[in-house]
């Protein structure tokens, strides 16, 4: 499994943030030709991008571009400027429904033909944004084996239902917990929804604590300064990781003494708790924590 505890986004037509955003450590950099960037500017970013991508080293930091919508008119462009150059991943913005994946995924199966690249160096990432995208949940998480990631998209997905933007949240509560629940469903990570005010630590590790306890992977960023608040609390604490080191440590021992659920410090542990310790190591791992 491979962490994508932070997901930032960074306007693909400025190389100076770019190189700024490979010295942050962040999990994912998503290289922005969408909402990121001015109309008049996006054949700046096709080709800053491309420039990037040879040029720039991301270290650890997974490298992927978004691409404008499937129907806008300008997403075959988009990739024709930057498969050539092999991003890690292409994040498709307001996905509504399963042919947009089919159709991101054949174009670049034919660039990996001619390439003579490996069917599936690169992956998709699908991000959810309308009710229709809701509806369709499943046969998104389903359209494509490049798929990775479901991320759901709070602000358009408001404005296209027609609700009101509010702190605690409930007018998207139902969409967020449906896209991790199908992402879930379908063996994909799910990244969780943008915190608009980057000055607000506060209410960003608190919306970062409920993903995460929701079963969201990660979380979208939008500013530097979000980057070590968010990765932080999406990686197990070492109590956590502690506390799960043990449940399975007294699993394996209670299994062999013929004990399918036993008790342990005055609770009980069954199956799904040991499952649940066993996703705590997971992504302890993932996140590159020492276990050893």
């Not at 990775?148 to 997905?157: C, K, N, P, V």
Request: charged share 25%; glycine share 8%.
């Amino acid at each position: 499994m491979r962490a994508r505890r932070g997901l930032l986004y960074v306007p693909g037509d400025d190389l100076q943030k770019i190189q700024k955003a490979v010295s942050l450590d962040v999990d994912s950099i998503c290289l922005d030709i969408e909402d990121g960037v001015a109309g008049n500017r996006k054949l700046e970013a096709r080709h800053t991008i491309g420039q990037a991508l040879q040029t720039v080293d991301f270290s650890r930091s997974e490298r992927l571009v978004r691409i404008n919508p499937v129907g806008s008119g300008l997403e075959i462009d988009d990739l024709a400027s930057v498969l050539p150059h092999q991003p890690d991943g292409i994040v498709i913005p307001k996905v509504q429904d399963a042919e947009q994946v089919h159709w991101v995924s054949e174009a670049i199966s034919k660039v990996e033909h001619t390439q003579g690249w490996p069917a599936g160096k690169i992956i998709l990432l699908a991000m959810v944004e309308s009710a229709l995208g809701v509806v369709h949940l499943a046969d998104i998480a389903s359209a494509s084996f490049r798929l990775r990631a479901l991320i759901f998209g709070a602000e358009d997905y408001v404005g296209n239902i027609g609700a009101v933007r509010t702190a605690p949240g409930w007018e998207v509560f139902y969409a967020r917990s449906a896209v991790i629940t199908h992402a879930s469903a379908f063996g994909l990570q799910a990244i969780d929804m943008v915190h608009l005010d980057f000055q607000d630590e506060e209410g960003l590790r608190a919306e970062s604590i409920q993903a995460q306890q929701m079963g969201y992977n990660g979380k979208q960023l939008i500013h530097p300064s979000q980057v070590d608040p968010v990765q932080e609390c999406f990686t197990p604490s070492d109590e956590a990781i502690a506390h799960a080191r043990r449940i399975l440590e007294a699993s394996i021992e209670n299994q062999e003494a013929g004990r399918g659920a036993f008790a342990m410090d005055g609770r009980m542990v069954d199956a799904p708790v040991v499952k649940t310790a066993q996703w705590v190591l997971a992504r302890a791992r993932a996140a590159g924590k020492d276990l050893v």
